[in-house]
């Protein structure tokens, strides 16, 4: 194995230890089989001889150096079982199922951690090039995990560990730019080891060259890219790593779940004239119109407001909830448009500027007893919503309604783990186009947007950006007869 470099210039030499990966687990067959099992992979070893068991034992347990696996495995099976142990090791390696640390001598500097799995999962070496600069990437993220400072990028499958805290340092100066002699000052060790340190911290793409830093910025399809939304993608799909994605349950153990209906103690809501859906279905043109017909109308019929009993019918047709029963301990429902998990995380706030029958104000559509419950009066947060909203829309005039669409992220995020916040937004896409659909079939002026104020909404409404955060915002008003369905600029 690659494992003992000797350091030039008198420092000590570089060496491996390995260890199961921390998301893995070792289970003992009854048929004296050994599985490694993580989320959906699963390595079995039939039959494996005294040495090789001792081995995956200690590496499930604890780092084990390339020195202690040749004396472990000649201890227990002689010399000569020593190189079909270090071949498992390498194959392990190789699928990722290890992390492995490199230390100078006996000083941890860094842990290689992989997120994929299975062949073909490890990115390939990217050794330094000597006297060349390296960079921190643009897609490098920092974060604290197990005690230590965390380098990932969206870019690898290798995630970083800095074990020694001085490789922050390390990470910090790459900012302008270092090479290996500045490794090798900041951590205070040998050329060899830091030339080491940077192959590593380049093949798990935390370092790039000069030429790369500029090719992510300038060249597509990088440059298209913010590092925020790369991660979020990478995170939410499954296949380029191996962490959880899908219903895990991730918090069933530590919190009850919510109710679907969302719990309302602030007064007295109006209660909502139940729509007559045969007169509707008598009234309503042909599906196939109503999608042909569908467009973005941005301008609103101020000389004949929208009545509150239009809006509750709309309200009523787009997002009425009923509750279905429980899946997995959390109750679930169904609405006219289908949500992930039916766990129906989406409430609609109606912000009413011009409503006949409805005073101003914030409200929330309660939609299992089918009404508002009144948030908020008209207040200056509200001025801020509605101007953003108009600008957003390039209306003419104010909308006379604004349907802000809002998560109860503890909903969704008490089941699926990854995947969550995509989830959310493929929701909101989906309750967008029920509205649409809706509003098209009732003669309304519908217009989605694609940015609402967040901080205006959480002002406003006094709800927690962390735990009912606004995520979608729906321009609604009577439409003008006179108005083409495409109307306004298509900003
Ligand atoms: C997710 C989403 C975001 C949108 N954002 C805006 C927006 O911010 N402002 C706006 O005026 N229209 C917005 N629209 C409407 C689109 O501009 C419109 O659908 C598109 O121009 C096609 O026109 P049509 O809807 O009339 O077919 C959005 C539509 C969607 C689905």
């Known amino acids: ?20 990966r921390r998301d893995a687990e070792l289970r003992p067959g009854e048929d004296g089989s050994l599985t490694l099992r993580q989320t959906r992979f699963r390595l079995t070893l039939g039959q494996p001889g ?37 071949l498992l090791l390498r194959r392990l390696l190789a699928h990722s199922w290890l992390e492995r640390r490199v230390q100078a001598d006996d000083r941890p500097l860094l842990d290689l951690v992989p997120t994929g799995l299975g062949r073909g999962s490890l990115p390939e070496s990217r050794p330094h090039t000597p006297g060349v600069r390296y960079r921190l990437s643009r897609f490098a993220t920092l974060q604290p995990e197990r005690g230590m400072l965390v380098a990932a990028s969206s870019l690898s499958t290798l995630t970083v560990g800095c074990v020694d805290p001085a490789l922050g340092a390390v ?52 440059a298209y890219w913010s590092p925020e939304e790369l991660r979020l993608h990478q995170r939410s799909r499954a296949g380029g790593h191996a962490l959880p994605v899908g219903g895990t349950y991730r918090m069933r153990e530590r919190f009850a779940p919510q109710p679907l209906r969302r719990p309302y103690d602030r007064g007295r809501a109006v209660e909502l004239p139940l729509p007559d859906l045969a007169t509707i279905a008598k009234g309503d043109p042909a ?15 101020d000389a004949s407001p929208l009545p509150v009993e239009r809006l509750a019918e709309f309200l009523y047709r787009s997002q009425h909830t009923t ?17 992930g998990g039916g766990i129906h995380e989406l409430e609609i ?43 957003a829309g390039a209306m003419p005039r104010p909308p006379q309604t604004v349907l802000v669409v809002t998560a109860r992220v503890q909903r969704l995020m008490w ?13 909101a896409g989906v309750l967008t186009q029920q509205m649409y659909l809706v509003a098209t079939a009732m003669g309304l002026a519908p217009c989605a947007l694609g940015a609402g104020d967040s901080q205006a909404f959480a002002e406003l409404s006094g709800l927690d950006p962390l735990v009912e955060p606004s995520v979608a915002d729906f321009l609604l008003g009577s439409r003008r007869v006179d108005v083409p369905a495409a109307t306004g600029d298509r900003p």
């Open 323 to 339: 509750v279905v029963g429980e899946v997995g301990g959390q109750e679930v429902g169904h609405r006219p448009y289908p949500g």
């Open 1 to 20: 194995m690659t494992t003992v470099v000797s350091g030039s210039g008198g420092g000590p030499p570089v060496q491996e230890s390995y260890r199961l």
């Open 349 to 391: 706030y109606p912000l009413v500027a011009r409503c006949a029958g409805l005073d101003p104000g914030l409200y929330h559509y309660d939609a299992v007893g089918h009404r508002l419950e009144p948030v908020a009066g008209w207040e200056p947060a509200a001025d801020r919503l509605l101007a953003y909203a108009r600008a």
């Open 415 to 427: 089941k699926y783990e990854g995947m969550s916040y995509a989830m959310i937004l493929k929701d």
């Open 287 to 301: 599906f196939s119109q109503v999608v042909a017909d569908r467009r973005s109308v941005r301008d609103h019929d």
């Open 50 to 86: 005294m040495g090789r068991r001792a081995l995956l034992l200690r590496l499930a347990a604890d780092w084990v150096s390339d020195v202690e696996v040749s004396r472990l495995i000649s201890g227990l099976e002689g010399e000569s079982r020593v190189l079909p142990a270090q």
């Open 171 to 222: 990470l910090a100066a790459a900012v302008p730019g270092v090479g290996a002699d500045a490794v090798a000052r900041t951590l205070g060790v040998a050329a060899a080891t830091a030339g080491r340190v940077l192959d590593e911290l380049a093949t798990a793409r935390i370092l790039v060259t000069d030429a790369e830093f500029e090719a992510e910025q300038d060249d597509a399809p990088l």
